[in-house]
Nanobody, 117 residues
Framework: QVQLVESGGGLVQAGGSLRLSCAAS????????MGWYRQAPGKERELVAA???????NYADSVKGRFTISRDNAKNTLYLQMNSLKPEDTAVYYC???????????WGQGTQVTVSS
């Protein structure tokens, strides 16, 4: 099994920056792709950014050029650098990790990001 713990959320003004972290533990050797998702009130959870074990990335159109996903495999940590934040980025952000060992997607508990206008 894999455990994921997010941190770094908070309240920021529009135009500001935040850096989210997701620390993985447990069977981390099984992790392949990882990603960040978000869910705003009344909306479905959506993919924000993803990164493969080899470092290939993809982003939602709404965050391209503003957010950067990265991972430090030695530290078993996933990051999301968020710049030029907008009120519409307000959501609970979740870390996701795909495990090849049990073919299961693991989720963190989420961290709240609130962007004020």
């Amino acid at each position: 099994q894999v455990q994921l713990v997010e941190s770094g959320g908070g309240l920021v003004q529009a135009g500001g920056s935040l850096r989210l972290s997701c620390a993985a533990s447990g069977d981390t050797i099984c992790i392949s792709a990882m990603g960040w998702y978000r869910q705003a009130p009344g909306k479905e959870r959506e993919l924000v950014a993803a990164i493969t074990s080899g470092g290939s990335t993809n982003y939602a159109d709404s965050v391209k050029g503003r957010f950067t996903i990265s991972r430090d495999n030695a530290k078993n940590t996933l990051y999301l650098q968020m710049n030029s934040l907008k009120p519409e980025d307000t959501a609970v952000y979740y870390c996701n990790a795909a495990s090849l060992c049990d073919e299961y997607d693991y989720w963190g508990q989420g961290t709240q990001v609130t962007v004020s206008s």
